[in-house]
């Protein structure tokens, strides 16, 4: 019996991009892997080095320069309402109430108003914000309007969603918060997440598997095996910290580090 | 120096929203009261002062009070259609509000859709910038002689240049449109349509109000110019009738009711503003 088809395949993905001076700067550069439904997903590495755009190129927001990236075996072609994206950037329309947000995709696929608001209810409370539905987004906190955009996403029902450092600007106890409420939705809906970050930590809190990105290429394909909640104590244990161990490695951190150390000794 | 005590940080917390001041401001009304005071005094003052031919407030006000509603002045002369001023400034502010009416929906209507359609910008950005660029006394002529000395004539050159205004707002509004919310719409699902009805139509709306307000203020002066320049009606005709027959209390009197009249649809602009921009975080009006 053949295994299950993957739900995502990127198969020897290039991205090239010339810079002003003329050079050439190749942001993916062969990355192949596949995922299944329902995996959780993280992107890790250092800034500039391919995460944004790998996750990019599955929205559909930038052209490959050579490989594909399919979607239940359809390739993609451009951004579309299975691959909706929560950005680093504040992206809920602030000129729309935050149930007319939650219901965006909805809206757009010409869903009757009753059905919306069944749905958007059930997201508005499942991230805490019933009472917030017709507040302007300017009235929330900047954790609030994550909340609004998680629920946004969740209310498409779309297979994979896409999220680019989403609580990147956010002070550590708010995106504490904001990982138990994404692990919760996540694990009601069944969804496959891929979640951009270079916050190890965040990584192993969130993840059923990291993918390490250095210079355009996958450097390392880690499943998290750990046990969920992830608490201090998981995250501490001795495959939590050979998971970071690897990270560092990999990610050229650890080297420097004992280079670090070394010559620390000398002196 | 020590931390403070849980109980009193508590303590601190709860009393913060009686730690605002308390002293009274000067509300903007008074202010803006004071400051037409002021401008009155001022006037007195020019009014009263030998070798300057100012007529008093005072005067302006009897002219107003006595030609506004009917006029036997005008009715002897065959002007301001047998009636008072409103008659004469009813005809500018239907032609004003026409005029930036139609130059709004022109200009806007373009500036947007240009947004998609690069090939639209393309075509009119250097129309616009050239024309943009001609003053209104080299332009007026060829309204005059196009259209000859009726409405249409002024209504057209409130509407193009309204139209060219808007048109340059529009355009950077689009482009100041944070690029996240169109690819966000789009991994919503949202395709050109719903993302320019969506995202740029209400993202733009702040930019292009103040814009709106410009071209509104400037649009009494045009349609003033053009009736001074051949017209058979408005208060732009009756300034110049009244210049030529040396009538400053009158021309001062019209002036004003321009101006009044002119801030009254500004503030009417500024209450549908508001509006429409409940959702930004300070809620006022560029």
């Known amino acids: ?267 | 120096m020590s931390a403070i005590s849980r109980s009193e940080w508590l303590n601190r917390r709860g009393n913060r929203s009686r730690l605002r001041p308390s002293g009274r401001r000067l509300g903007p009304f008074a202010l803006q009261a004071l400051g037409f005071v002021l401008a009155i005094g001022v006037w007195q003052f020019v009014a009263a002062s030998k070798g300057i031919t100012v007529p008093t407030p005072s005067a302006v006000l009897t002219d107003l009070r006595n030609n506004f509603l009917s006029s036997t002045y005008l009715r002897a002369h065959n002007l301001g259609g047998g009636q008072g001023y409103w008659y004469d400034l009813w005809y500018t502010a239907k032609n004003v509000l026409m005029g930036v009416a139609i130059g709004t929906g022109i200009g806007v209507g373009l500036g947007l859709i240009s947004v998609p359609f690069r090939l639209v910008s393309q075509v009119l950005n250097p129309i616009a910038a050239t024309f943009g660029a001609a003053p209104i006394f080299v332009a007026a002529p060829f309204f005059l002689v196009w259209f000859g000395v009726v409405p249409t004539a002024q209504v057209t050159m409130v509407s193009f240049y309204t139209a060219l205004l808007l048109y340059i707002f529009s355009r950077r509004a689009a482009d100041n449109v944070a690029r996240e919310y169109v690819e966000s719409a789009a991994t919503l699902g949202a395709r050109r349509f719903h993302v320019f009805r969506s995202v740029y139509l209400p993202g733009t709306v702040p930019e292009l109000v103040g814009g709106f307000r410009i071209a509104l203020a400037g649009a009494w002066g045009l349609e003033a110019i053009a009736e001074l320049l051949g017209a058979q009606s408005g208060i732009g005709f009756l300034i110049n009738y009244f210049s030529e027959v040396f009538g400053i209390v009158e021309m001062v009197s019209l002036t004003l009711l321009l101006g009044i009249v002119a801030i009254v649809c500004d503030g009417l602009a500024v209450l549908c503003a508001r509006a429409l921009l409940r959702w930004t975080a300070t809620g006022k009006v560029a």
């Open chain 1, 1 to 267: 019996m053949s295994a299950p088809l993957p739900l995502v395949r990127f198969d020897d993905v290039r991205c090239e991009f010339e810079h002003r001076s003329g050079a050439t700067v190749h942001a993916l550069n062969g990355v192949s892997f596949d995922v299944p439904a329902g995996q959780f997903v993280c992107i890790l590495g250092r800034s500039g080095h391919g995460k944004t755009t790998l996750l990019r190129v599955l929205a559909g927001l930038q052209a490959t320069s050579g490989g594909s990236v399919r979607v239940r075996e359809r390739e993609v072609a451009g951004p579309g309402s299975d691959r909706p994206m929560v950005f680093q950037q504040d992206t809920v329309f602030p000129w729309m109430h935050v149930r007319a947000n939650v219901e965006f995709a909805l809206r757009v696929k010409g869903l009757a108003k009753s059905e919306r608001h069944a749905i958007s209810d059930r997201w508005l409370e499942a991230v805490g914000l019933t009472q917030f539905a017709e507040s302007w987004p300017r009235e929330l906190s900047g954790g609030m309007r994550k909340r609004v955009a998680l629920a946004a996403v969740f209310a498409s029902d779309a297979d994979v969603l896409l999220m680019d450092e989403p609580f990147g600007s956010l002070d550590y106890f708010t995106r504490r918060g904001l990982h138990d409420v994404l692990l919760e939705l996540w694990t009601a809906a069944g969804k496959t997440i891929f979640f951009v970050t270079h916050d190890i930590e965040e990584s192993l809190i969130l993840a059923d598997r990291i993918l390490v990105m250095s210079d355009g290429l996958l450097v390392e394909d880690i499943p998290v095996e750990l046990p969920r909640p992830r608490s201090e104590e998981i995250r501490a244990s001795d495959r939590g910290v050979e998971i970071t161990r690897t990270i560092l490695e990999r990610l050229g951190v650890e080297q420097a580090m004992d280079v670090s150390e070394r010559m620390i000794v000398r002196e």
